[in-house]
């Protein structure tokens, strides 16, 4: 188990929600939930966030558009970010990394899937901080 | 001979007129039945969406609500596999041990049937995002049933009003993806990790 706190950015309770399960059952508890981008940059301003789940299609503002506000914020520029999205394209990946998410996974997912990018994202910025 | 001939003419011209307003009647009659016709499906539309909508809802409701059993049971199941490590093994016999062995192992499935559940519910989100699709692909269709109506002057009135009757009534998902699917491959996933790995290489991270 880690008190590292996972905000999960989606507007779908469903996906939310089988996110925060799944997180809980691989050993992160500590998660806060957002329905939009524009809900999780208020969220992230008001709680000490340490790694961000985002889905890419959203109302109100999208998963792209808040990795790129959240990036352009110093603060929070090496903050770890995994999108978790339906979209599958290659063109859509390099999008995403483009916006500087680290870690990308398309639905549906496992929660052993989840671990994995989650440890190995941690694990990068662990050695690039180094 | 010359009276008898503009007689005639006279007489074809009555004729022609009468065809061609006899014509525009069916005419005018036909069109005030496509009117009718798109006012109809026009109106009928919103329904169609918030039934659409109905539908995501009730099936939002009811995969949170097995979420939250697959909770309870992931904790019920935490519990058990801590509390068999307090198990002192060494006291045990063959058959007591051999019995400990099974249970961990039904605990060890139990764990994987809630992960695969977990995982199979994420079709409702795919779900939403295709009647998210289709919405969208209706609200089309009814704006262009709306823009023809525009076309029907006395219709103008009607039209407006089943304009804000749709505005106010459809309320749906307003992102999603149209090609959402439930299907993936592992190659998929390993495809998009070799593109997420080739580009961290590229840029040094």
């Known amino acids: 188990m880690t008190s590292m706190k996972i905000l999960i950015v989606d507007d779908s309770i469903t996906i939310r929600r089988i996110i925060t399960n799944a997180l809980k059952t691989v050993g992160f508890p500590d998660t806060m939930e957002a329905s939009n981008g524009k809900d999780a940059l208020e969220k992230l301003t008001n709680a000490n966030v340490d790694f961000i789940i985002t889905d890419w299609n959203m109302p109100e503002m999208n998963g792209l558009d808040f990795i790129k506000q959240v990036r352009a914020n110093p603060i929070y520029s090496a903050l770890p970010i995994l999108m978790i999205t339906t979209r599958g394209t290659e063109h859509d990946v390099i999008e995403a990394l483009q916006a500087k998410v680290n870690s990308y996974i398309v639905k549906p997912f496992t929660p052993q899937e989840l671990k994995e990018k989650i440890e190995g994202i941690l694990k990068t910025v662990q050695i690039n901080t180094v | ?205």
Request: aromatic share 2%; net charge negative; no cysteine.
């Open chain 2, 1 to 205: 001979m010359n009276t008898m001939k503009h007689d005639e003419s006279a007489e074809n011209v009555e004729g022609t007129t009468e065809s061609v307003i006899t014509a525009l009647q069916k005419v005018i009659t036909l069109l005030d039945r496509i009117k009718n016709a798109i006012e109809e499906s026009s109106s009928k539309i919103p329904n169609a969406s918030v039934q659409l909508n109905t539908v995501t809802q009730a099936t939002e409701l009811a995969t949170v609500e097995i979420l939250d059993v697959l909770d309870v049971m992931g904790t019920k199941i935490h519990i058990l596999e801590t509390g068999m490590k307090e198990f002192d093994q060494t006291s045990m016999t063959e058959k007591q041990l051999l019995l400990l062995t099974g249970i961990k192992q039904t605990l060890a499935d139990l764990k994987d049937n809630t992960s695969n559940i977990t995982v199979a519910l994420q079709v409702q989100d795919i779900t939403a995002q295709k009647i998210g699709a289709a919405n969208h692909l209706i609200e089309s269709v009814r704006k262009e049933l709306l823009n023809e109506l525009n076309f029907f002057e006395t219709a103008k009135q009607k039209t407006d009003d089943a304009r804000r009757q749709v505005e106010v009534e459809i309320d749906g998902p307003k992102a999603f993806d149209v090609n959402a699917s439930y299907m993936k491959t592992p190659e998929h996933q390993s495809k998009i990790d070799e593109v997420v790995t080739a580009w961290q290489e590229k840029e040094g991270l």
